[in-house]
Nanobody
Framework: QVQLVESGGGLVQPGGSLRLSCAVS????????MSWYRQAPGKERELVAS????????NYADSVKGRFTISRDNSKNTVYLQMNSLKPEDTAVYYC?????????WGQGTQVTVSS
């Protein structure tokens, strides 16, 4: 069974930082690309960042480029999202994602709220 378990969300002031983690089980983690998505109330779920299985290729949404960093530790079966210089517009539920054998797999989501 594929499971993605997220942690690290919370309340932070504008300009602050958070590091999200996603622990993955049920797949050969090092063989799969991973992604972070987010969804704010009333908005579609959007792709925030993605990383190749090896970690050698990374992509970011324009809205977070230069502020967020996606990384992975294949020895720990974990993908991370380091979020710096957070803005109120970053407020959303953040989801970890992978795709395997015709299915999308998602974490439970972790709430990130950026507010003073």
């Amino acid at each position: 069974q594929v499971q993605l378990v997220e942690s690290g969300g919370g309340l932070v002031q504008p300009g602050g930082s958070l590091r999200l983690s996603c622990a993955v089980s049920g797949i050969t983690f090092s063989s799969y690309a991973m992604s972070w998505y987010r969804q704010a109330p009333g908005k579609e779920r959007e792709l925030v960042a993605s990383i190749a299985s090896s970690g050698g290729s990374r992509n970011y949404a324009d809205s977070v480029k230069g502020r967020f960093t996606i990384s992975r530790d294949n020895s720990k079966n974990t993908v991370y999202l380091q979020m710096n210089s957070l803005k109120p517009e970053d407020t959303a539920v953040y989801y970890c994602n992978t795709y395997s054998w015709g299915k999308n797999y998602w974490g439970q989501g972790t709430q990130v709220t950026v507010s003073s």
